[in-house]
């Protein structure tokens, strides 16, 4: 049993179109900066976990594969599925195994190779992940076409503008570009978003998040071992909550809100001792699901850092820009740094370890005074949520 | 096999071409796999009935009352299975929608089409093409659930305004 739990090492690929490396070599280049700044061997891990959805690439046994390539074997290990929150359910086996004492070192890995299946093919499998039977089949609905049914709702009820979503890119593109690691380093203005194609109405080319090739890796470990071997540098997985939602969109309550995001911040505001009704000031910064530009907007009322229907309101007087009320997906978000899906919600950990021990690159770096950081990571369209709160001192 | 690729092979002997915009050489899987699952609805073949009769069906539960739709034949509040089929209300109001654009390759045979979400008058919701101007949809407006024949030339239900 270890009451505590904290990330030791970290490590993250440069996200992007990654032609220039297999599943092993992309995993690798994340695996070993996190064993790097845990200062430890592949031979100390006791269990290992990887995210990965995969389906576009080619290798399914990606435990083996990297046991392999990295002298892993024989531990423990399998790969876990959530969509797009497979890296933050690949977390919770890890923080769940410390917890129980089933293990004292754990190497968590996020990995997505997307790009070995040509982008149509990607659309498709997607746009699967739901209700295939009866909102797929029949329906042909896209990935960002389940997001556009809260993207609209959300329009209507708030009049909030698909400008105000616009704005949600311009900042992660502003801060996508000071990260070296980010697919886009590149930074864009509201005509941008705007001129560009409809893909799902009200969302538009550079309302989505791209397909893309990443890795990213945690090491935790248990508080007895962190004390046995004097690591100074880590952060503390302080609360975890996790929340599933109905495979029909036609059996959801509603369209503005992801029932389970909320279900699962509850439960890690609770477990980290934070007042539910006023988050923010107890949060330096946050990493949340913005695999579209409305999404993100929902996720600050969903983790009630406004009221309901003030999210969009957030986004235009520019607090979730780093010195506002709560800096949010300063690394570029899913939408500028990319979002290679079983990747994502381990590179959310990584940020908040870059953030609160304040190693984030030039420009990007929030002011840590309360130390604590939040991540929320969506699988699908709220099927899952995850929501972890990390802290520079243990409960 | 593709023609491209078999000519590659021909050329040099191995399926690697260079990736178009890296230069990245990339070997160029040649087991190619198609897809396609058959799907059990044994249980719920009056709902297809209803399809042909231009009825939407859902399911109830006996016991409680409970009402399903897309149907299902247990009730997790009951644990019970004794359901019954019963002729959902075909209007109701439109709760969102959307436009997809960029369809999957599996529809590229259609053009870009709406999709929305109603609320039918006895409370389930429902998920359908939109027939109807996608610009002058509007939550709360009044709609109906119809029955059509696709282009691929089977039935399905769709929603339409009033």
């Known amino acids: 049993m270890s009451e505590n739990v904290a990330v030791i090492g970290v490590g993250h690929s440069k996200f992007g179109v990654r032609m220039d490396v297999n599943i092993p070599e992309l995993c690798w280049e994340s695996m070993k900066p996190a064993f790097e700044t845990a200062n430890l061997e592949p031979k100390d891990i006791d269990f290992f976990v990887v995210g990965n959805a995969g389906v576009w690439s080619s290798e399914a046994a990606v435990p083996a594969l990297i046991a392999e390539y990295a002298d892993l074997a024989p531990k423990g290990s399998m790969r876990v599925e959530a969509a797009c929150a497979s890296g933050s359910a690949a977390i919770r086996i890890g923080y769940t195994a410390i917890k129980s004492g089933i293990a004292d070192i754990v190497l968590v890995l996020g990995v997505e190779k997307m790009r070995e299946s040509p982008n149509p093919n990607v659309i498709e499998l997607i746009g699967r992940f739901g209700s295939y039977f009866w909102e797929f089949e029949n329906f042909g609905l896209t990935f960002p076409a389940y997001y556009a049914l809260h993207g609209t709702a959300y329009m209507m009820k708030y009049g909030a503008t698909e400008e105000d979503y616009a ?229 | 096999m593709k023609d491209e690729i078999k000519k590659v092979i021909e050329e040099t002997g191995l399926p690697i071409v260079q990736d178009e915009k890296s230069g990245a050489a990339q070997w160029v899987d040649l087991r190619e796999l198609r897809l396609s699952y058959v799907i059990s609805v044994e249980n719920i073949k009056p709902f297809y009935e209803g399809l042909k009769e231009g009825k939407l069906l859902g399911t109830k539960c006996k016991k409680c009352g409970r009402l399903f739709f897309p149907p299902q034949k247990d009730c997790p509040s009951c644990f019970d299975s004794d359901i019954e089929w019963v002729e959902l209300k075909n209007e109701g109001t439109l709760e969102t929608m959307t436009v997809v654009f960029v369809r999957p390759p599996s529809f590229s045979m259609y053009d870009p089409y709406p999709v929305a979400i109603a609320k039918l008058d006895d409370g389930p919701k429902i998920l359908a093409w939109y027939k109807g101007d996608p610009q002058q949809a509007k939550p709360g407006m009044r709609v109906k659930v119809q029955v059509s024949k696709r282009k691929e030339g089977y039935l399905m239900y769709e929603i339409a305004p009033v």
């Open chain 1, 167 to 395: 704005r949600v890119a311009v900042k992660n593109h502003y801060y996508g570009a000071k990260n070296p690691y980010a697919q886009f380093q590149n930074e864009i203005d509201v005509e941008t978003v705007m001129k560009s194609p409809y893909i799902a109405w009200p969302f538009k080319l550079f309302d989505c998040s791209p397909i893309t090739d990443g890795s990213a890796c945690v090491i935790l470990a248990s508080e007895e071992k962190v004390k046995e071997l004097g690591i100074d540098e880590k952060i503390w997985i302080l609360g975890q909550g996790a929340g599933t939602g109905s495979a029909n969109m036609s059996r959801r309550e509603s369209y503005t809100s992801l029932a389970s995001a909320t279900y699962a911040a509850e439960q890690a505001y609770k477990m980290a001792g934070i007042d539910i009704d006023d988050p923010t000031k107890y949060l330096d910064g946050a990493n949340v699901h913005d695999c579209f530009t409305a999404p993100e907007i929902i996720a600050y009322e969903d983790l009630r850092f406004c009221k309901r229907g003030e999210g969009y309101k957030l986004i235009r007087e520019e607090q979730t820009y780093i010195g506002g009320k709560i800096p949010v997906n300063i690394d570029g978000g899913l939408k500028a740094k990319g979002h290679p899906i079983g990747a994502t919600g381990v590179s959310q950990a990584v940020e908040a370890y870059k953030q609160l021990l304040q190693k984030a690159e030039p420009g990007r770096q929030a002011d840590i005074n309360k130390g604590k950081w939040l991540t929320h990571n969506v699988g699908g369209t709220g099927h899952y949520t995850y929501v972890t709160i990390y802290g520079l001192e243990k409960r």
